[in-house]
């Protein structure tokens, strides 16, 4: 069974900076690409950031790019997402999701990833 807890949401002022932290569990990590989406209210939830297995492909959504950095950790079964110059547009639930590992395609669409954090908040203030 994988499990996947999201960690470091909070409130922010609009140019402020958060680190988010999804520590996985139940799975061998290495094997999985991870992705951030989010979901604001009354919004679909959508594609933020993901990173391959190893670490060495990353794909970023366009009003991200430049701000926000993903990043693992294979060693200590984590992935982060570093959140700078935040926007009050960035305002959201924030998940962690996971997918095996085809070892060629990074996947950005939310329908690709089975296993999902229980989501954390993230309010920019403006």
């Known amino acids: 069974q994988v499990q996947l807890v999201e960690s470091g949401g909070g409130l922010v002022q609009a140019g402020g900076s958060l680190r988010l932290s999804c520590a996985a569990s139940?799975?061998?990590?290495?094997?999985?690409?991870m992705g951030w989406f989010r979901q604001a209210p009354g919004k679909e939830r959508e594609f933020v950031a993901v990173i391959n297995w190893s670490g060495g492909s990353t794909r970023y959504t366009d009003s991200v790019k430049g701000r926000f950095a993903i990043s693992r950790d294979n060693t200590k079964n984590t992935v982060n997402l570093l959140m700078n110059s935040l926007k009050p547009e960035d305002t959201a639930i924030y998940y962690c999701?996971?997918?095996?590992?085809?070892?060629?395609?990074?996947?950005?669409?939310?329908?690709?990833?089975?296993?999902w954090g229980q989501g954390t908040q993230v309010t920019v203030s403006s």
């Open positions: 999701a996971a997918t095996v590992s085809d070892r060629t395609y990074v996947y950005t669409s939310k329908y690709q990833y089975h296993y």
């Open positions: 139940g799975h061998t990590f290495s094997n999985y690409d």
